[in-house]
T-cell receptor, first 115, second 111 residues
Framework: EAEVAQSPRYKITEKSQAVAFWCDPI?????LYWYRQILGQGPELLVQ????????DSQLPKDRFSAERLKGVDSTLKIQPAELGDSAMYLC?????????????FGPGTRLTVT | TQLLEQSPQFLSIQEGENLTVYCNSS?????LQWYRQEPGEGPVLLVT?????EVKKLKRLTFQFGDARKDSSLHITAAQPGDTGLYLC???????????FGTGTRLKVLA
């Protein structure tokens, strides 16, 4: 069964350092999402791509976060510099398209700890 | 702003008991999805409901979409320890392609 891949699974970094996360969506899925999830809460959308274009990044802290999906396949989310408050689970999801009934499939996430 | 509120926030029950989790909004959603998430893992899609009044069953889990498409419920019959996890509802906001998630219900089933 096809899955969304993410790496690394765990990352510990010191504040002010740069950190990057990678996501490979299910093959053929045009829409890719990056979410941030604080422990015990629901995921919050950071950025949404349709192919290589950003559809929504209204909740992305653009002074320190950046995301790209250059060839419309895999994607990278970067934080520079990391802050203590960035400690969270970062989840990637993909769906066939933006149709509102399209189901999202999530990867296992990257657990980030900023010290 | 569209919000999805879930209740209860926490639920601890004994194996074999029944339970219901609710997902409510003041806004209409074209569809709602339910996910289960285990610690350290990503959410796993359980079901999508699209039609008002729709009922879907997945083994011991029964999902219902409200007639007005503003709310949904998840009922678990004879809960088992394997049902333990964070249950999330999610839906697309109107006029955009953006999904929002509910606040989550953390369920613990004790053996």
């Amino acid at each position: 069964e096809a899955e969304v891949a993410q790496s690394p699974r765990y990352k510990i970094t010191e504040k002010s350092q740069a950190v990057a996360f990678w996501c490979d969506p299910i093959s053929g899925h045009a829409t890719l999402y990056w979410y941030r999830q604080i422990l015990g809460q629901g995921p919050e959308l950071l950025v949404q791509f349709q192919d290589e274009s950003v559809v929504d990044d209204s909740q992305l802290p653009k002074d320190r976060f950046s995301a790209e999906r250059l060839k419309g396949v895999d994607s990278t989310l970067k934080i520079q510099p990391a802050e203590l408050g960035d400690s969270a689970m970062y989840l990637c999801a993909s769906s066939l398209g933006q149709d509102l009934t399209n189901e999202q499939y999530f990867g296992p996430g990257t657990r980030l700890t900023v010290t | 702003t569209q919000l999805l509120e879930q209740s209860p926030q926490f639920l601890s029950i004994q194996e074999g008991e029944n339970l219901t989790v609710y997902c409510n909004s003041s806004s209409v959603f074209s569809s709602l999805q339910w996910y289960r998430q285990e610690p350290g893992e990503g959410p796993v899609l359980l079901v999508t409901v699209v039609t008002g009044g729709e009922v879907k069953k997945l083994k011991r889990l029964t999902f219902q979409f409200g007639d007005a498409r503003k709310d949904s419920s998840l009922h678990i019959t004879a809960a088992q320890p394997g049902d333990t996890g964070l249950y999330l509802c999610a839906g697309p906001t109107s006029g955009t392609y953006k999904y929002i998630f509910g606040t989550g219900t953390r369920l613990k089933v004790l053996a």
